[in-house]
C-alpha cells in the first residue's frame, strides 16, 4: 500500500503537468492558475488511495483523479464569486484578479475539462463511473445552495446542518474513493461501503470543524478562534446551542446574533459561556463520534485485508485527531 | 421525414415535461424557470432532424436533444449575468430575479443536468457522442470568452472575426447534427460533413444576423435597426469597414465610435454612410454566400438520398432567407 504523502505528491505533480490550451488566454490562465494555488490535494489522494487498496493500478486512477481536483477547483473558483472572497490560499482570487465574468466561464470550462479528464476511464467503467461522477457533482451545488439558504434562514435543524454538510463536504470524499475501488475493480458493494465510509468520515470531519473553530489551538487549527461566531455562522454549535438554550442566555445569545457592532474578543467570550453552559462542545463531540462509528462500521463490512482496513482506520484517526 | 415544426413542437412539450428535483428550490426553480421562456428549439430540433434524416429512431434522440437544449439554456443564463442583460425573452433574467449567486449555481448544476440527459445513449456509442459534447461545450464557452476578448480588443481581423462566431454560434449547431446523426447510425464520415454543413451554416447564419441589423426590415427583422452600430459591435461590418475606410471617412468612423454621447438616428445614418461607401453590405454578402456554399458543397458529399439532400438544402434557404 502506498502511503497518502506520496500519492499527494504523485497528484501534485499530475496537477503541474496538466495541460489546457494556451488560447483564449482569459479563459485558460485562470484554470492554470487556481490549480498551482496547491492545497492538500486529498480528494484525489483518497481516490487513488482506494484504487490502490483494492490493487488497481494507481496511474490509470490518475485520471479521474485529477477530474475531482479539476471538479473541486472549479467549485472553488465560482464559490470564492459568490461569498465575495478576495483571497484563496493567500493568493488574489481569480474573479478579483480578473474578473466576475471569467471566473464565471473559467468555472465553466473547468467542469467541462473535469468531465473529459474522468471520460479517461475504460470503456466498460465508463458510464458508471460518470452516474457517480454527476450525482457527486450535482450533491456539491446543491449542498452550495443549502449553505446560501442557509444563511438568511431561521429554525434549521440539525438534521437540515448535516444534510447540507453531507452534500457540500462529504459526497465529493465519498466519490471519489468509490470511483476509485471500481477501477480498482472493487465489487459494486465494497465501493458503496468506501463510499459511505468517506462520507460519514466527511460529516465527522466537518463537525470537528465546527469545534476546532470555538475550542481549538489557534497556533494548531491555523483559523482564527471564533471566526464562526464572529460571522454568525450556522454551525452545529449554534444550530444546537439555539435549540438548547433557554431563560436569559436564550435572549442574551439571540443578542447578539443581531448586534451589528461589538468588540470581537467580548462577543467570542460571551458566546462560548453560553455554548459551555448547554455542553455544546459534549455535544458537538458525541455528534462527531456517532459519524465517525458510522463510518468505521462501513469499513469493518468492506471485503479487504485487515491490514488494509487497518490503513484506512488509520487514515480516519489522523483526519480526525487535530489536537486542540 | 418529419416536417420541422413537428420536431420543434415535439421539443417544446418534451423541454415542459423535464423533471428536476423540487429541493434546494433556488438551485432548480431558476432551470424550470429559463426553460419554460420558450425559443424556437432549433438547436435539439436539428438533433432531431439528423436522426431522422439518417433513419432513425427520434424518440431515442430525445434525451441528448433535450440535453443540448438544457446546455443552451445554461448558456444564457450565466451569459446573462456577464452581460448584465435585464431581460431575456421579455421576462426577467434569472440573475435579476434571484442573483447572481443563485444565476451561477443553477447554471452550474444544468451543465451537469445536461451530461445526465446526453449520457441517455446505447453504451456503444456513450464514449463518441460525449467526446462530441465536451468539445461543442468547451468551444461555446472559448467563443464567449473571445466574444468578451474582443470588446475592449482593437484590430480584430475579419479571421478572428468568424473563428469566434463559429465557437460562439455554430459548433453548437454543427455538434447538434453530428450527435443526432450517429444515433441515427450515419457513419462517422458522413455525421462529421453534416457537422460542418451546420457550422457553415452558422456562420452564415450570423453574417446574415450582422447584415440584417443594419440593412433589415425593422418589421420583419424584429429587432431595432442600427443596434449593433449604436453599441459598436464589432460585426462583420464594422471590422470590414475599419480594414477598408480610408482618409476623412476612417477618421470620421472613429469619431462615432469613441463618442460617448451622440444623437441615435444620426450615428446610425452617418455610419450606415461611410458603411455603403465601401460597399460593406456586399462585402458581407459575399463572404455569407461563401460559408452558405461551403455548407452546401458539405451537404452534396454526403451520402443520403437526394430527397433527404433537398430537404436540409430548404431547410438552410429558409434560415438564410430572411426578407430584408
Known amino acids: 500500500m502506498r502511503k497518502l504523502e506520496e500519492l499527494q505528491s504523485l497528484i501534485a505533480s499530475s496537477v503541474a503537468e496538466l ?3 494556451e488560447q483564449p488566454a482569459d479563459l485558460y490562465e485562470p484554470i492554470r492558475y487556481i490549480l498551482a494555488l496547491g492545497g492538500k490535494r486529498m480528494r484525489p ?3 487513488l488511495m482506494a484504487c490502490d487498496l483494492f490493487g488497481g493500478d494507481v496511474e490509470a486512477a490518475l485520471p479521474p483523479a485529477l477530474a475531482i481536483e479539476v471538479f473541486h477547483n472549479f467549485t472553488l473558483m465560482h ?8 483571497k484563496r490560499r493567500g493568493k488574489t482570487t481569480v474573479h478579483e484578479k480578473w474578473n466576475s465574468s471569467v471566473a464565471i466561464l473559467s468555472g465553466d470550462v473547468m467542469l467541462i475539462e473535469g468531465y473529459k479528464l474522468m471520460m479517461q476511464v475504460p470503456d466498460d467503467k465508463l458510464r458508471t463511473v460518470l452516474d457517480i461522477f454527476n450525482t457527486t457533482a ?3 451545488c ?8 442557509f444563511e438568511t434562514s431561521t ?13 457540500k463536504t462529504a459526497v465529493v470524499l465519498g466519490g471519489a474513493l468509490k470511483i476509485g475501488a471500481l477501477i480498482g475493480n472493487a465489487d459494486m458493494q465494497d465501493a458503496e461501503l468506501l463510499c459511505s465510509f468517506g462520507e460519514y468520515l466527511g460529516i465527522a470531519f466537518q463537525l470537528q470543524d465546527d469545534i476546532l473553530d470555538v475550542y481549538g489551538n489557534p497556533e494548531k487549527f491555523g483559523k482564527q478562534v471564533g471566526g464562526d461566531i464572529l460571522s454568525n455562522k450556522k454551525t452545529y454549535l449554534l444550530i444546537k446551542a439555539l435549540e438548547l438554550v ?8 439571540g443578542r447578539w446574533i443581531t448586534f451589528a457592532t461589538f468588540d470581537p474578543a467580548e462577543k467570542v467570550a460571551a458566546v462560548t459561556q453560553i455554548y459551555n453552559s448547554v455542553n455544546i462542545r459534549q455535544h458537538a463531540e458525541t455528534e462527531m463520534q456517532a459519524y465517525a462509528e458510522k463510518a468505521f462500521t462501513a469499513l469493518d463490512n468492506i471485503n479487504l485485508p485487515e491490514e488494509s482496513k487497518q490503513y484506512l482506520r488509520n487514515f480516519a484517526d489522523g483526519l480526525l485527531v487535530r489536537e486542540y
Chains 1, 2 share one sequence.
Open 19 to 21: 495541460k489546457f490550451p
Open 45 to 47: 489522494a483518497l481516490l
Open 79 to 86: 464559490d470564492d464569486i459568490m461569498d465575495n472572497a478576495p
Open 138 to 140: 450535482a450533491g456539491v
Open 142 to 149: 446543491e449542498g452550495q445552495q443549502w449553505d446560501m439558504t
Open 155 to 167: 429554525n434549521i435543524s440539525i438534521e437540515e446542518y448535516i444534510s447540507m454538510i453531507r452534500l
Open 246 to 253: 433557554k431563560g436569559t442566555d436564550a435572549e442574551e445569545l
